[in-house]
């Protein structure tokens, strides 16, 4: 490829997705389609997908509709997810199903999937059957991840295990797809396409936990929203498992509550939870565990057989991603 | 192929589509999604698939992943659907987010599309890309008639033919787009493809407008639910659109808002609807519009390169789904 800096390939990302961008009638079926895509992001998806074939080909166009059509698939779950939570913000600004009515964003969070297929006929036709395989495996784990996440709500005991495989399964294992079917299209050979999945794998488990951890000890620019966020719902994040783990029988007790105390304001809450969050010191063990999943992140890209400089741009990347705290 | 009756190959779809179930963890997201697919019905999707392969070629399993693909979808489509008209029932037991949750409705169905597109990868390798393309292009289509049929109900005027067209769009695309899959595994040239899919675009509009046409004048068991469920929605039905064009200005007013009339029984609102619907003799009028559908859909059969006797067993299929009423 003409190499391009990290924020010229973002550029190149957005242009594609603006290109690609649905027009049509009925207006109530598109209009959200293009509002939804409109929020933009940090459009790590297809930024992931870019990178991880710019390691094993200089032709990184061919990745784009696949970019393209995980960061469709991508919206599609935040905008059935905002359903699902009854979300009324996102990225700032109304979610689809407050905007016009949940029918509405049922119905075009539904046309977005397809939408998604059909960006992915345009990848290399000869890779079609490959990357349609990793596509249809990768949602299909998506959809596993936020029932267990939805699972997990109405439940009163989840594992630190259990909500790792539950992220996993809801975020980072996009993220490894994203990165996989880019390798597919730059000619990865299957060694070095499962190093590069488990790498990213591995950098989406590090960087969920570091949202995690911004809700509680980030700032809102950081975050991206409003911090505490998590708190406020009651959550059972990294931090909020590991401080229940820890915790005495009467604090363990306090904290599992706070959400639901009438008497505290919000304020109040978020910083209760913070002192008890301090006591049980679960911001050092959410951070020795991103280390741990960064780290091992690191060591798959070490582990492709490909010369040292073609993975600089992706760690790059990588550290502008989970570096934020460090 | 061994030559199979209507319904050895209606047991064959049920003995293939069992044998996809989807099992699995975490329960509340597979356990929903068998229930709707348990639930049977005509199977006239998966049906026209390879009735329509069987004309071209005697091999028709090769055409079953996209039987099964069809099968899923439209399943999808009324999950979905159901929770968007509030709907309580589906073939006699309760709509999916009645018997669960509508989150869990909503993520459900979102894993049978993508489980569609799962089966769709069994189909032959080579002929992937168009497949994929047609299933994708039908998809969208579908939605597009979903979103134009929520449109009508907060419009006042819908014409006959803005109607025909969202019933397309909505219904008669799946079945074609159904036909036409099943005729590319069969082999068929690119006439021969127009042709088939025609057939099955003419049959699903005709379908259609004879279950309009049974919701008032049918019986129970011939529409499979509880009569005048149209009347009662005050659903801008092909009867409903044509008495309120026909009738005059008094009579036009009443129709109009005869289901919200609060001092009415259903089954005085019913009785009324018909007593309309007879005077403005829409009967009639459907009547001669299902066989105008019907009658192209055949003209297209006709008009295929392959011999006569091949297309035996289709038209014994259409007439049994449109020659109900004659």
Redesign the interface.
Known sequence: MEHKSLSALLQSVENYLAQSELKG??A??YAPISYSMEQGGKRLRPMLTLLSCGIFSDAIEGAMPCAAAVEFFHNFTLL?DD??DNAPIRRGKPSVFRKWNQ??A??S???M???A??L??KAP?EL??RL??V???T??KV??G???D??FESRDEVSIEEYVQMIDLKTAVLLSGAARMGAIVGGASDEDLDHITRFADELGLAFQLQDDLLDSYGTEAQLGKAIGGDILEGKKTFLMISALNSLDECERRELASLHQRESLLPEQKITRARELFDKADVRTATEQRIKFHFERALEALDALSVPMERTTQMREFAQSLVGRKK
């Open positions: 009638e009925p109530q079926l059935h359903i699902m029918n509405i049922i119905l969070g539904d046309a999937i397809v939408y297929y059909q992915l006929e036709t079609l059957p349609f395989n596509f249809n495996t949602a299909m959809f596993e936020q029932q267990y939805m699972d």
